[in-house]
């Protein structure tokens, strides 16, 4: 299939979702609150827009998820110079990154489906073909599960994530939503949002979401101090084990009537609060308001080829091996949480 379409799944206790082949995009999903469907994802008005879209909606992120300074980096000896798409440096891949690459559906049932893509070596700067699948899942209890592989023919980079914007409320902005973030410890960033190198401690910060925390009151706390950048756009580093059950983050509507809990076994976790969503339409053509919703992208760390001090596994992916990452997304009505 070679244009921008919609592919429908639907699980045994009534949640859908939608995504297209345009960016590998998850375009809508329709969580039942009270009897009433809910849509809980940011989106555009048509899977073509997905291809175009400025603000990563819903989009497999790849081939580096989050952002490389100076767009390069070195791996084995070898300088590789990279697209830069956020002045001088490299952001979600770059350009033409897998946000904006049409996918092959390898397969589509009622619960399932395989999106599948090549990207050539020497795609935006990096080195070697990455085959790349993208497996997105619906099963009861009320849950998504978007699985990344891929592998290589040549030493590279590979981080994928998912850029999924929430509103739990259905509407309105995420002020009131609570989050919590399983991270005690997050990146400072520069004012063009590149990690200082300093993993620093969340106690006592507009950044310490270790309990359930409001989002609109963190936002107030980070504003007054000055900092730039003005909200939050910044990394956690998750303390849970992989292994175990604990969510690398959680998040509760305004209405306290649905919560999110979301699982990785990454090492970060991206929490953006979208202070620049007005620059992206919506499904009826007109700008987001800025926190219109918000994105949890559970990845490797930004800009970590730059910072082999630091002890988190890097993204460093070699013939033979296969990169996976699962992502979990279990959505809990009132009844249920």
């Known amino acids: 299939m070679n244009t921008p379409s919609l592919f429908r799944l639907q699980s045994q206790d009534g949640l859908h979702i939608a995504i297209t082949n345009a960016g590998a995009g998850w375009t809508s999903c329709l969580v039942p609150v009270n009897g009433t469907p809910r849509e809980v994802l940011l989106g555009y008005e048509k899977p073509a827009d997905y291809l175009t879209q400025p603000g990563y909606l819903g989009a497999i992120v790849g081939r580096y998820a989050n952002r490389i300074a100076g767009a390069s980096f070195d791996l084995d000896g070898q300088h590789f110079q990279l697209a830069a798409n956020e002045g001088p440096h490299q952001l979600h891949g770059g350009a033409g990154g ?48 978007v699985t990344l592989e891929a592998t290589t023919t040549a030493p590279t980079l590979c981080s994928l994530s998912s850029h999924a914007y929430f509103n739990l409320d259905g509407g309105g902005n995420i002020a009131n939503h ?80 649905l919560t999110l809990a979301l699982h990785s076994g990454a090492p970060g976790l991206q929490f953006y ?10 499904r009826h053509g007109r700008p987001y308001a800025a926190h219109a919703g918000l994105a949890l992208e559970p990845q490797a760390l930004p800009d970590s080829p730059h910072h082999p001090e630091w002890p988190q596994a890097n993204a460093v992916l070699r013939p033979g091996q296969t990169y996976r990452h699962t992502l979990t997304y279990r959505f809990l009505p009132a009844r249920a949480a």
């Open 273 to 282: 609060a979208g202070e620049f969503l007005p620059r992206t339409p919506n």
């Open 178 to 257: 609570r989050l919590q973030i399983a991270g005690s410890r997050y990146l400072p960033v520069r004012p063009d949002l590149i990690p200082t190198g300093e993993q620093a401690p969340v106690a006592g910060t507009p950044f310490d979401f270790l309990a359930p925390r409001r989002i609109g009151e963190a936002l107030d706390t980070l504003h007054a101090t000055g900092a730039r950048p003005a909200g939050h756009d910044h990394c956690w580093l998750l303390d849970a084990a992989p292994a175990t059950d604990r969510p690398a983050a959680t998040l509760q509507s305004g209405d306290r009537q």
């Open 98 to 145: 897998f946000h904006r690459q049409l996918w092959t559906v390898a397969s589509h049932t009622a619960d399932q489906l395989e999106l599948t893509l090549t990207s050539p070596d020497g795609d935006q700067g990096f080195p070697g073909e990455l085959s790349v699948r993208a497996t997105y899942r619906v099963r009861p209890p009320l849950t998504v599960t």
